[in-house]
């Protein structure tokens, strides 16, 4: 399923944070929002998911607006993993999990054999086989992380909306993540804070800035060092990665422009 957003305008409190954006998420491809901090990605993100409603302009899903689909079958569609994870939840990480289920049940109906297979198949995806008796309470940041990835995995639907996903997670569950994304084939739309990652990951990048859209395209045509210097405030060359041929961007940490 393909995402388009037109014209979006979100505001807080009468005062705009996100205005005149149009950007795609295209079927199958994995497209990343990067920016400096408050620059909208969340906001952008939220409103995909419909926590939030536009002031302005429409989010569409393969053409409809998916302010005028019915909640339960926008969740069928779409599963997002929000960067307000919530707190010390007293469930356990199957329970957590299953609640990915909810949109293809029908009301106050139990769950299933399939729903524990889905939840234990969701599970071993992200690397917690096993820990389904496990309070979620319990677990570290990383682990919480992937608990909630497996609910949305578990969701099964066409679209992911994720929130800084790699947050808390150690250098190999950040690579293993990004991985496992990419063999999902679903499309996806991410905000990223590591510019590495989204140039190694995403296919398509929109850079936002103070909440209007500065460039569109692929990692290599987007992560320039003029954009950069612009953007994110920072000196930096961008090389091939000797490992993967990614644009690789090397940060000058000793100064900003």
């Known amino acids: 399923m393909r995402i388009d957003v037109h014209d979006l305008r979100v505001a807080y409190d009468g005062r705009t944070v996100v205005s005149g954006l149009h950007l795609i998420a295209s079927s199958g491809e994995i497209t990343g929002l990067v920016g400096p901090n408050g620059s909208g990605k969340s906001t952008v993100l939220r409103t995909v998911y419909r926590h939030l409603r536009p002031a302005a302009g429409r989010v569409l899903l393969d053409g409809t607006d998916i302010g005028a689909l019915p909640p339960a079958e926008t969740a069928r569609h779409v599963a997002a993993l929000p960067q307000e994870r919530g707190g010390d939840f007293d469930l356990t990480v199957h329970e957590i999990v299953v609640m ?42 990383g682990e919480r992380q992937r608990a909630l990835l ?23 569950h950040q690579v293993e993540l990004l991985s496992l994304l990419r063999e999902q084939g679903r499309t996806t739309l991410i905000s990223l804070h590591d510019l590495n990652a989204a140039a190694s990951v995403c296919d398509r990048l929109h850079v936002l800035h103070q909440g209007a859209l500065v460039a569109s395209g692929t990692p290599l045509e987007v992560l320039t060092p003029a954009l950069l210097a612009e953007v994110f405030g920072v000196r ?7 490992l993967t041929g990614d644009p690789l961007i090397a940060f000058d940490h000793r100064s900003v422009v």
């Open 100 to 141: 990915g289920r909810t949109p293809h049940k029908r009301a106050f109906a139990g769950e299933d054999r399939t729903d524990r297979a889905v939840v234990t198949r969701a599970l071993g995806r992200v690397g917690l086989a096993g820990y389904g008796n496990r309070r979620f309470s319990a677990l570290s940041g």
């Open 150 to 172: 497996a609910r949305a995995f578990a969701q099964a639907p066409d679209v992911l909306v994720l929130d800084e996903p790699t947050n808390h997670l150690d250098v190999r």
């Open 236 to 242: 930096a060359a961008v090389v091939e990665h000797p």
